[in-house]
Each structure stands twice: as structure tokens, then as C-alpha cells.
Nanobody
């Protein structure tokens, strides 16, 4: 069992930057894929950025070149650096772990149930 807790959500102006974090209750290991997901107002939850077990990183087309996912193994923390924020990035951001690859969850709504979720952190971008 792993507990995930996001933090760092805030309101920023369009064009601004924000880094959100997800701290895990257990040490990172190679058994899990990790990722950031978001739910925009009135839309389904979608994958934003993921790291698979082999270290492969993927991004949704809507955030490529603006968002960067990373992890600090010594802190058991996953990060999402968000630059060039737009009003359409406003929403609730979640981190998730799963034993299976998360690459197929990027972009449009989730295709399957994921095993571990954090409660989310709110990101707001004002234009």
C-alpha cells in the first residue's frame, strides 16, 4: 500500500510557472510507473506526464515543451514543473502510481483503473 500526497498548487497568471510535488509514503522502486494527471472543469481526467518503470518519459501533446516531470528518489517525491501556463491548464492535478505502463493514459480520458492516487492539488491560471 502506498499513500500519495500532492502539494504546491496555487493560482498564477498566464505565462507563469509553478512546480507541484507528490510525496509518497514508501520508497520509490522499479515496480511502479508514476505520473501526473489532471481533471479540467467539465472534462474527464487525463494523463499529463508519466515516467514508466524503465525510465521512459511521456507527455500529453497539450503540455509538451511546457511541462517537465521528474523525481527525486532520495525524497520519494515526484515533481511536475509547469512553465508557460495557460488558462486552459486550470484544474485539479493528481499523481498516480500503477504497476503497468502509463503511456497509454496520456491525453484523452483514462482507459483503465489505476491503483494508487493522491487527493489532488488545485492549479489555477488567470488570464
Amino acid at each position: 500500500q502506498v499513500l500519495l500526497k500532492e502539494s504546491g498548487g496555487d493560482w498564477v497568471q498566464a505565462g507563469g510557472s509553478l512546480r507541484i510535488s507528490c510525496e509518497a509514503s514508501r520508497h520509490f522502486d522499479n515496480n511502479y510507473c508514476m505520473g501526473w494527471f489532471r481533471q479540467l472543469p467539465g472534462k474527464e481526467r487525463e494523463g499529463v506526464a508519466v515516467i514508466d518503470r524503465d525510465g521512459t518519459i511521456g507527455y500529453a501533446d497539450s503540455v509538451k515543451g511546457r511541462f517537465t516531470i521528474s523525481k527525486a528518489n532520495d525524497k520519494d517525491t515526484l515533481y511536475l514543473q509547469m512553465n508557460g501556463l495557460r488558462s486552459e491548464d486550470t484544474g485539479m492535478y493528481y499523481c498516480a502510481w500503477d504497476r503497468r505502463s502509463l503511456m497509454g493514459e496520456l491525453g484523452a480520458g483514462l482507459t483503465r483503473f489505476l491503483s494508487h492516487w493522491g487527493p489532488g492539488t488545485q492549479v489555477g491560471v488567470s488570464s
